[in-house]
């Protein structure tokens, strides 16, 4: 196989994707957009064997996003039995202030992935960071009225329940 590349190599059959170092590794580029970039460097293959220091590692924040995501699937699976309960046993105040913790924060999750997809924060720096502490805000705001209503009013089963059957009583009113 290595003397297939270094004939293709030498010959210039690869376009000029291959190229040998004086180690004897070969490094294959590949297109990015600032041109033509090499994928290995010649200092891993120092005597045929890779050297653990030169080896990048993952960051520690790429093993955050498979935590993220079981987090996720985990306030959505918790959310299903709560709004279950709240339409066939109705208002519960146990219910109630779950969903007033569940709903937030599953809301906050699912904008949470909108900002890290469309600000990142290696091209939108300030803005990135502004708009995750806003967020913070709102999720936080959005408690604060569940609780208060929880606790002032009649919870949010029954607060959702009027809210949905507004419209119907407001037309069976007018007859």
Not at 62 to 76: C, D, F, L, P, T
Not at 148 to 162: E, K, M, Q, S
């Amino acid at each position: 196989m290595s003397t297939l590349l270094t004939h293709l190599t030498r010959r210039g059959a690869l376009g000029g994707i291959a190229r040998r170092h004086a180690v004897g590794a070969v490094t294959f580029h590949t297109a990015t957009a600032s041109g033509f970039k090499a994928t290995q460097t010649p200092e891993l293959f120092g005597d045929d064997v890779p050297n653990p220091q030169a080896v990048p590692q993952p960051a520690e924040s790429r093993i955050k996003g498979s935590y993220h995501w079981m987090n996720e699937r985990a306030v959505s699976i918790i959310s299903v039995p709560l709004l279950a309960t709240a339409f066939v046993y109705g208002a519960h105040p146990i219910n109630d202030m779950l969903m007033g913790i569940v709903l937030p924060v599953h809301a906050y999750m699912g904008f949470q992935q909108v900002l890290l997809d469309y600000f990142e924060a290696r091209r939108w720096p300030v803005t990135s960071r502004l708009l995750k502490y806003a967020l913070v805000a709102m999720t936080g705001l959005s408690m604060f009225g569940a609780w208060r209503i929880n606790t002032t009013d009649v919870g949010l089963t029954n607060y959702f329940a009027r809210l949905w059957n507004a419209n119907k009583t407001k037309k069976s009113g007018d007859d």
